[in-house]
T-cell receptor, first 111, second 117 residues
Framework: TQLLEQSPQFLSIQEGENLTVYCNSS?????LQWYRQEPGEGPVLLVT?????EVKKLKRLTFQFGDARKDSSLHITAAQPGDTGLYLC???????????FGTGTRLQVTL | GAVVSQHPSWVICKSGTSVKIECRSL??????MFWYRQFPKQSLMLMAT?????????EQGVEKDKFLINHASLTLSTLTVTSAHPEDSSFYIC?????????????FGPGTRLTVL
Protein backbone atom coordinates (compact mmCIF):
# COMPACT_ATOMS: atom_id res chain seq x y z
CA THR A 1 0.00 0.00 0.00
CA GLN A 2 1.40 3.34 -1.00
CA LEU A 3 0.90 5.92 1.70
CA LEU A 4 1.35 9.64 1.48
CA GLU A 5 1.95 11.35 4.80
CA GLN A 6 1.39 15.06 5.00
CA SER A 7 2.77 17.33 7.67
CA PRO A 8 1.71 19.26 9.50
CA GLN A 9 -1.85 18.00 9.84
CA PHE A 10 -3.07 21.39 10.96
CA LEU A 11 -1.56 24.84 10.71
CA SER A 12 -2.93 28.10 12.03
CA ILE A 13 -1.00 31.22 11.07
CA GLN A 14 -1.48 34.93 10.72
CA GLU A 15 -1.77 36.80 7.48
CA GLY A 16 1.61 37.59 5.96
CA GLU A 17 3.45 34.58 7.35
CA ASN A 18 5.16 31.95 5.23
CA LEU A 19 4.55 28.23 5.51
CA THR A 20 5.58 24.90 4.03
CA VAL A 21 3.54 21.74 3.76
CA TYR A 22 5.27 18.43 3.22
CA CYS A 23 4.08 15.30 1.45
CA ASN A 24 6.23 12.20 1.98
CA SER A 25 6.17 8.60 0.86
CA SER A 26 8.44 5.60 0.60
CA UNK A 27 7.04 4.89 -2.86
CA UNK A 28 7.90 6.43 -6.19
CA UNK A 29 5.20 8.30 -8.09
CA UNK A 30 5.09 9.03 -11.80
CA UNK A 31 3.35 12.31 -11.04
CA LEU A 32 2.04 14.16 -8.04
CA GLN A 33 -0.79 16.62 -7.77
CA TRP A 34 -1.72 19.22 -5.20
CA TYR A 35 -5.31 20.16 -4.53
CA ARG A 36 -7.03 22.69 -2.30
CA GLN A 37 -10.45 21.93 -0.91
CA GLU A 38 -12.82 24.30 0.83
CA PRO A 39 -15.60 23.09 3.14
CA GLY A 40 -18.53 21.57 1.27
CA GLU A 41 -16.76 21.64 -2.08
CA GLY A 42 -14.71 19.30 -4.20
CA PRO A 43 -10.91 19.50 -4.43
CA VAL A 44 -9.56 22.00 -6.94
CA LEU A 45 -6.39 21.09 -8.80
CA LEU A 46 -3.51 23.49 -8.14
CA VAL A 47 -0.62 21.85 -9.93
CA THR A 48 0.77 18.61 -11.33
CA UNK A 49 4.49 17.83 -11.10
CA UNK A 50 6.01 14.99 -13.08
CA UNK A 51 9.79 15.38 -13.17
CA UNK A 52 12.11 14.69 -10.24
CA UNK A 53 13.44 17.98 -8.88
CA GLU A 54 10.80 19.98 -10.69
CA VAL A 55 9.75 23.33 -9.24
CA LYS A 56 6.53 25.05 -10.24
CA LYS A 57 5.24 28.42 -9.13
CA LEU A 58 1.65 29.58 -8.98
CA LYS A 59 1.67 33.19 -7.76
CA ARG A 60 2.60 32.93 -4.07
CA LEU A 61 2.63 29.12 -4.11
CA THR A 62 5.79 27.16 -4.90
CA PHE A 63 5.61 23.42 -5.49
CA GLN A 64 8.60 21.10 -5.55
CA PHE A 65 8.84 17.44 -6.51
CA GLY A 66 11.65 15.50 -4.85
CA ASP A 67 14.55 14.27 -6.93
CA ALA A 68 13.54 10.66 -6.30
CA ARG A 69 9.85 11.44 -6.93
CA LYS A 70 8.90 10.17 -3.48
CA ASP A 71 8.09 13.47 -1.84
CA SER A 72 6.85 16.94 -2.53
CA SER A 73 6.45 20.26 -0.78
CA LEU A 74 4.19 23.26 -1.05
CA HIS A 75 5.47 26.63 0.11
CA ILE A 76 3.16 29.60 0.51
CA THR A 77 4.63 33.06 0.77
CA ALA A 78 2.79 35.85 2.60
CA ALA A 79 -0.29 33.79 3.36
CA GLN A 80 -3.69 35.41 3.03
CA PRO A 81 -7.07 34.46 4.54
CA GLY A 82 -8.14 33.26 1.10
CA ASP A 83 -5.49 30.53 1.33
CA THR A 84 -7.48 28.88 4.12
CA GLY A 85 -8.53 25.34 3.25
CA LEU A 86 -7.58 21.68 3.18
CA TYR A 87 -4.49 21.00 1.09
CA LEU A 88 -4.19 17.53 -0.35
CA CYS A 89 -1.32 15.95 -2.20
CA UNK A 90 -2.10 12.97 -4.41
CA UNK A 91 0.33 10.70 -6.19
CA UNK A 92 -0.06 8.54 -9.24
CA UNK A 93 2.03 5.38 -8.80
CA UNK A 94 3.59 4.05 -11.97
CA UNK A 95 1.14 3.38 -14.75
CA UNK A 96 -1.85 3.01 -12.46
CA UNK A 97 -4.64 5.50 -12.90
CA UNK A 98 -5.74 5.53 -9.26
CA UNK A 99 -4.56 8.44 -7.19
CA UNK A 100 -3.19 7.87 -3.73
CA PHE A 101 -4.24 10.77 -1.54
CA GLY A 102 -2.25 12.25 1.28
CA THR A 103 -3.60 12.62 4.78
CA GLY A 104 -4.29 16.31 4.26
CA THR A 105 -3.14 19.57 5.84
CA ARG A 106 -5.73 21.95 7.15
CA LEU A 107 -4.55 25.55 6.89
CA GLN A 108 -6.18 28.45 8.67
CA VAL A 109 -4.97 31.97 7.97
CA THR A 110 -6.26 34.68 10.24
CA LEU A 111 -6.10 38.45 10.00
CA GLY B 1 -11.95 23.27 -19.65
CA ALA B 2 -12.20 20.05 -17.58
CA VAL B 3 -15.33 20.90 -15.64
CA VAL B 4 -17.06 18.16 -13.70
CA SER B 5 -20.53 18.58 -12.27
CA GLN B 6 -22.46 16.59 -9.70
CA HIS B 7 -26.16 16.41 -9.02
CA PRO B 8 -27.65 16.81 -6.54
CA SER B 9 -25.34 18.93 -4.42
CA TRP B 10 -27.10 17.72 -1.30
CA VAL B 11 -29.81 15.21 -0.48
CA ILE B 12 -31.66 14.15 2.63
CA CYS B 13 -33.46 10.83 2.61
CA LYS B 14 -35.12 8.38 4.93
CA SER B 15 -33.41 5.20 5.99
CA GLY B 16 -34.09 2.35 3.58
CA THR B 17 -34.49 4.47 0.46
CA SER B 18 -32.14 4.59 -2.51
CA VAL B 19 -30.35 7.68 -3.71
CA LYS B 20 -28.80 8.30 -7.12
CA ILE B 21 -25.93 10.75 -7.61
CA GLU B 22 -24.89 11.88 -11.09
CA CYS B 23 -21.41 12.87 -12.18
CA ARG B 24 -20.96 14.59 -15.54
CA SER B 25 -17.95 15.78 -17.47
CA LEU B 26 -19.20 18.93 -19.13
CA UNK B 27 -16.60 19.81 -21.73
CA UNK B 28 -14.70 16.59 -22.29
CA UNK B 29 -15.18 12.87 -22.53
CA UNK B 30 -14.04 10.63 -19.71
CA UNK B 31 -13.63 6.91 -20.14
CA UNK B 32 -12.68 6.65 -16.50
CA MET B 33 -14.31 8.32 -13.55
CA PHE B 34 -13.77 7.75 -9.86
CA TRP B 35 -16.03 7.87 -6.82
CA TYR B 36 -14.71 8.97 -3.46
CA ARG B 37 -16.15 9.29 -0.01
CA GLN B 38 -14.99 11.84 2.50
CA PHE B 39 -15.72 11.97 6.22
CA PRO B 40 -15.51 15.25 8.15
CA LYS B 41 -11.97 16.60 8.47
CA GLN B 42 -10.50 13.61 6.67
CA SER B 43 -8.91 12.99 3.31
CA LEU B 44 -10.62 11.35 0.35
CA MET B 45 -11.18 7.60 0.28
CA LEU B 46 -11.50 5.95 -3.13
CA MET B 47 -14.61 3.79 -3.36
CA ALA B 48 -14.53 2.60 -6.95
CA THR B 49 -13.29 3.18 -10.46
CA UNK B 50 -16.03 3.67 -13.02
CA UNK B 51 -15.20 2.52 -16.55
CA UNK B 52 -17.36 3.48 -19.51
CA UNK B 53 -19.03 0.44 -21.01
CA UNK B 54 -17.82 -2.04 -18.41
CA UNK B 55 -18.24 -2.94 -14.78
CA UNK B 56 -16.89 -0.73 -12.06
CA UNK B 57 -13.89 -1.80 -10.04
CA UNK B 58 -14.49 -1.52 -6.30
CA GLU B 59 -11.92 -0.95 -3.61
CA GLN B 60 -11.51 -3.46 -0.85
CA GLY B 61 -14.24 -3.16 1.76
CA VAL B 62 -16.71 -1.35 -0.48
CA GLU B 63 -19.95 -3.26 -1.03
CA LYS B 64 -20.69 -3.32 -4.74
CA ASP B 65 -24.32 -4.31 -4.17
CA LYS B 66 -24.83 -1.32 -1.93
CA PHE B 67 -23.03 1.24 -4.05
CA LEU B 68 -24.15 0.64 -7.62
CA ILE B 69 -22.10 2.40 -10.29
CA ASN B 70 -23.13 2.84 -13.89
CA HIS B 71 -20.99 4.54 -16.53
CA ALA B 72 -23.34 4.43 -19.49
CA SER B 73 -21.75 7.17 -21.57
CA LEU B 74 -18.45 9.00 -21.93
CA THR B 75 -19.79 11.96 -19.99
CA LEU B 76 -21.94 10.41 -17.26
CA SER B 77 -21.37 8.12 -14.31
CA THR B 78 -23.95 7.47 -11.62
CA LEU B 79 -23.61 6.21 -8.07
CA THR B 80 -26.70 4.73 -6.44
CA VAL B 81 -26.65 4.19 -2.72
CA THR B 82 -29.17 1.42 -2.20
CA SER B 83 -31.14 0.97 1.02
CA ALA B 84 -29.33 3.86 2.60
CA HIS B 85 -28.71 3.91 6.34
CA PRO B 86 -27.47 6.68 8.63
CA GLU B 87 -23.92 5.32 8.49
CA ASP B 88 -23.95 6.02 4.74
CA SER B 89 -24.24 9.73 5.46
CA SER B 90 -21.15 11.32 4.00
CA PHE B 91 -19.74 13.64 1.35
CA TYR B 92 -19.49 11.82 -1.98
CA ILE B 93 -17.18 13.22 -4.64
CA CYS B 94 -16.56 12.07 -8.19
CA UNK B 95 -13.64 12.81 -10.44
CA UNK B 96 -12.89 12.33 -14.11
CA UNK B 97 -9.59 11.25 -15.54
CA UNK B 98 -8.03 13.42 -18.21
CA UNK B 99 -4.81 12.99 -20.11
CA UNK B 100 -3.13 16.39 -20.32
CA UNK B 101 0.32 16.88 -21.81
CA UNK B 102 0.94 13.12 -21.71
CA UNK B 103 0.21 12.70 -18.02
CA UNK B 104 -2.81 11.78 -15.98
CA UNK B 105 -4.83 14.39 -14.19
CA UNK B 106 -8.09 14.11 -12.28
CA UNK B 107 -10.66 16.87 -12.05
CA PHE B 108 -13.18 16.72 -9.27
CA GLY B 109 -16.84 17.50 -9.04
CA PRO B 110 -18.20 19.78 -6.31
CA GLY B 111 -19.42 16.86 -4.21
CA THR B 112 -22.78 15.63 -2.92
CA ARG B 113 -23.68 15.80 0.74
CA LEU B 114 -25.87 12.79 1.65
CA THR B 115 -27.73 12.77 4.94
CA VAL B 116 -29.72 9.67 5.83
CA LEU B 117 -32.24 10.10 8.61
Amino acid sequence: TQLLEQSPQFLSIQEGENLTVYCNSSSVFSSLQWYRQEPGEGPVLLVTVVTGGEVKKLKRLTFQFGDARKDSSLHITAAQPGDTGLYLCAGLPGTASKLTFGTGTRLQVTL
Amino acid sequence: GAVVSQHPSWVICKSGTSVKIECRSLDFQATTMFWYRQFPKQSLMLMATSNEGSKATYEQGVEKDKFLINHASLTLSTLTVTSAHPEDSSFYICSARVMRLAYDTQYFGPGTRLTVL
